[in-house]
């Protein structure tokens, strides 16, 4: 009967976890449209203007903030419910699609994080994209063609910072929030199925557990 509580509990908190993921996704999604309206995807221009939203635009630095502590925030947690998700037993065949909607949720955070390291064009975003790219370079066959894909050239300009910022809002941002909304559809419907068997069970059994 304990491992029977312990387990629902564990499932409880995965289901509320993947509530805090979805609202910090909605967060980050919504910062990062009002942001849009006065970042400039160059380079040089992106650091000036996430300077001017900083200390010019009213509540920007605010907004910025928010962006970046959901964009970070986000990741963790994804982590740490998947590893709940592990110990409440929640891995069997009726548990696949929350399975894979957050195992694909968790890599999707973690390619936003991963394309919004130039946006900001610092100094350490620059220098770190350009080791990961030396890793992306060195994988067989397709390696050099995703580097021009990402770069757009031989050097890092501009268009790099386009491509990162399209890939960045325009494609993993939706899914990212999509597959945010059928895990945590997939964890209720499971959660109901399973209160549902749960109460249906007999009495004396419930005892004897």
């Known amino acids: 009967m304990q491992s029977t509580q312990f387990d629902r509990i ?11 993921i979805l609202t910090l996704c909605l967060i980050d999604l919504t ?20 300077k001017t939203i900083d ?37 069997r065949n009726s548990w696949l699609t929350a399975w894979i909607s957050g195992i694909f949720f968790t ?7 991963w394309t919004a390291m130039l946006l900001d064009w610092t100094q350490e975003g620059y220098w770190r994209f350009m080791i990961e790219l030396g890793s992306i370079e060195a994988i067989p066959v397709i390696g050099g ?3 021009n894909i990402l770069v757009g050239g031989d050097a890092i300009n501009t268009i790099t910072v386009q491509h990162l910022y399209a ?3 325009y494609i993993i941002s939706p899914i990212a929030l999509l597959l945010a909304i ?19 069970l007999p009495a004396a059994s419930l005892v004897e557990s």
Do not use: C
């Open 167 to 169: 890939l960045n809002s």
């Open 10 to 20: 564990l499932r409880r908190l995965a289901t509320i976890l993947s509530v805090v």
């Open 107 to 113: 890599l999707s955070a973690i390619a936003l994080d």
């Open 55 to 91: 200390t010019t635009v009213a509540y920007g630095w605010l907004f910025h903030k928010a962006h970046e502590f959901a964009g970070n925030s986000v990741i963790a947690i994804a982590l740490i419910q998947l590893v709940v998700m592990f110990l409440g037993r929640q891995f």
């Open 31 to 50: 910062t990062e449209v009002l942001l849009s309206f006065y970042y400039e995807p160059t380079a040089g221009g992106a650091y000036r203007s996430l």
């Open 182 to 200: 059928v895990h945590l559809s997939a964890l209720l419907w499971q959660e109901k199925e399973m209160y549902g068997n749960f109460n249906q």
């Open 145 to 147: 063609q995703l580097r």
